[in-house]
């Protein structure tokens, strides 16, 4: 079966009426994104009238070396005016791309070495976009995990320890505090996470 394949006036690609368009996200984006889990991928300054539009189909890589970590579908694209929105003289904010997620790899990013990209924004040819989806394959099942964060807090009474660990959590967040985190019911395989990565809390074994 042949896809009808059509094309923008910029050259951008075009399977079934949904253009396929590559956004390259920066280093320090992508570790945020690896932190936290969000719903969509807000970014400003690369929407434009010639790029992607709400219905395109995205895939999120970083460089060097290109690998793809998400995919997504484009929401949104909308210019903001900063001050009074019926005064076509205010100042305008930069565009902002709205992506919802629909596949996420940043755990596990797949080698992306044959695309080339021209800039934070590139249109992808929708052959090139199917091959990185069939190489990324279907999620992985879901299960049910059991995390958790413990602290060692002094406190004048239960309810200021709750107080100071919420502070602690905001002030240290992902990137200093540990989370615990194992398989319902098979406590036993509890590993630590810093960094959205797998952290050895056990000094012992440094040693």
């Given at each position: 079966m042949t896809t009808e394949t059509a094309y923008r006036a910029d050259g951008s690609g075009r399977a079934d009426g949904v253009g396929t368009w590559a956004v390259l996200l920066p280093a320090e984006r992508y570790e945020a994104e690896r932190l936290v889990h969000h719903d969509t991928l807000e970014l400003t300054g690369l929407a434009d009238v010639s790029g992607p539009g709400p219905g395109d189909q995205v895939a999120v890589l970083v460089d060097a070396p290109p690998r793809l970590v998400a995919l997504g579908r484009v929401a949104a694209t909308a210019r903001r005016h900063r001050e009074d929105p019926d005064d076509p003289q205010s100042g305008v904010e930069p565009a902002e791309l709205v992506v919802s997620y629909t596949r996420r790899a940043f755990d596990e990013p797949v080698p992306a070495d044959l695309l080339t990209l021209d800039g934070p924004v590139s249109p992808l040819e929708p052959a090139a976009f199917r091959?990185?989806?069939?190489?990324?394959?279907?999620?992985?099942?879901?299960?049910?995990?059991?995390?958790?964060?413990?602290?060692?807090?002094?406190?004048?009474?239960?309810?200021?320890?709750?107080?100071?660990?919420?502070?602690?959590?905001?002030?240290?967040?992902?990137?200093?505090?540990?989370?615990?985190?194992?398989p319902a019911g098979d406590e036993l395989a509890m590993q630590a996470f810093v960094l959205g990565a797998e952290a050895n809390q056990d000094p012992e074994e440094d040693d």
């Open positions: 091959a990185l989806a069939d190489q990324l394959g279907p999620p992985p099942a879901r299960r049910t995990w059991l995390v958790s964060l413990d602290l060692p807090i002094e406190a004048g009474s239960p309810a200021e320890a709750v107080r100071l660990f919420w502070s602690y959590v905001q002030e240290l967040g992902p990137r200093e505090l540990p989370a615990f985190v194992s």
